[in-house]
């Protein structure tokens, strides 16, 4: 990975879902391999994906199974949301302390000395910027962490923690689905594409409700993503909403969130299609329910 500019893959592998798919740490490490053969070295993970950590912690396991293994990956994690056992409400915290004392579970879990970028969750309302930036100071020195960005943020929020920073947030990873146009709507990745940072879209397939919402919406959805799957030789749905996403000009970087490989080899399938800006806006409009004026 480059010092400054950090190098994913064209897709990332998320890993949110990891403690419902019913793997030994056998059959994990053999799926890692897998996507690692399939081209996808980045994986995205977070403290609160399952319960009690689980997933930073089953992915350690895999790690300790393989000692060459962490340096063929690249590893996103986050910090910011405290929930669960003991606490009264579920809150945000991205004090210097918190995000400091985050990682370092983080690395301990994962069992690895560093990540490779870590994201600040989501918003704080109460995050104060010059505080987060000395924390992500400290993790730099230290070689805990190497490159910073955030997540779930509005273009004002990047603004105000991107301005405390020397070194560029390198990412905002955010929602992008064609249910759920908001950061096509709100400034979001015209910003993006501003700065040259390249967002991560998370749950692209809108969770799996894409293929089974009975919404007049999803239904319109799918029968226009079938049309423009058949006119770009595309093998389903799947690969024309990965496709879809990829033709915002911010370039997103779609993070995968099955865990079934097939369908991790049908989503990198969609890295060698291409929409017209016709069949783009005809998703676009299937979402929306009307044209464009
Ligand atoms: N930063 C954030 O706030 C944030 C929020 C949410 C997620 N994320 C990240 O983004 C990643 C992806 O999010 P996501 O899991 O919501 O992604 P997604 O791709 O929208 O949804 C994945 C779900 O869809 C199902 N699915 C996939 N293909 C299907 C098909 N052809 N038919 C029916 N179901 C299908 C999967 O089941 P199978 O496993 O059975 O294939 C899985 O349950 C997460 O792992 C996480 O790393 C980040």
Redesign the pocket.
């Known amino acids: 990975m480059n010092k400054s500019h950090p190098v994913f893959s064209p897709m ?7 403690a ?2 019913g793997m030994n740490t056998q059959q994990q490490y053999a799926f890692v391999q897998q996507h690692l053969e399939l081209g996808i070295t980045t994986v ?3 403290p609160v ?1 399952g319960p009690d950590s689980a997933c930073e912690k089953m992915f350690g396991q895999v790690l300790a199974l393989d000692s060459s293994l962490r340096d063929k990956i690249e590893i996103v994690s ?1 910090c910011g949301i405290y929930r669960g056992e003991g606490k009264q409400v579920n809150h945000y915290n991205s004090s210097k302390a918190a995000i400091i004392e985050s990682v370092e579970q983080s690395l301990m879990r994962l069992n690895t000395d560093h990540l490779d970028v870590l ?1 600040l ?2 918003p704080d309302l109460l995050m104060d910027a010059d505080e987060a930036a000395r924390a992500f100071e400290q993790l730099k020195a230290a070689g805990k962490v190497k490159h910073f960005g955030v ?2 943020f509005t273009p004002a929020q990047f603004d105000l923690l991107q301005s405390r920073l020397e070194a560029p947030l390198i990412t905002n ?3 992008i ?1 064609p249910v759920n146009l908001q950061v096509t709507e709100d400034g979001t990745l015209d910003q993006l594409q501003k700065h040259r940072v390249q967002p ?13 919402d009975s919404s007049e919406q999803a239904i319109r959805l799918r029968e226009t993503l079938v049309q423009v799957g058949e006119e770009i030789g595309a093998d ?3 690969q024309v909403i990965f496709a879809w996403v990829m033709r915002l000009p911010a370039k997103p970087v779609p ?6 490989i097939q ?1 991790v080899q ?2 990198v399938g969609a890295l060698q299609l291409e929409l017209s800006n016709e069949q783009w806006y005809r998703i676009w409009v299937a979402s929306k329910g009307h044209g464009v004026a």
């Open positions: 990332i592998q998320g890993y949110w879902r990891m419902e798919w995205d993970h977070a994906y986050k994201l969750h989501r997540s779930n990873q955010v929602e689905n991560m879209a998370w749950s692209c397939l809108a969770g799996g409700t894409i293929f089974s389903c749905i799947d993070i995968i969130g099955s865990g079934n369908r049908t989503a």
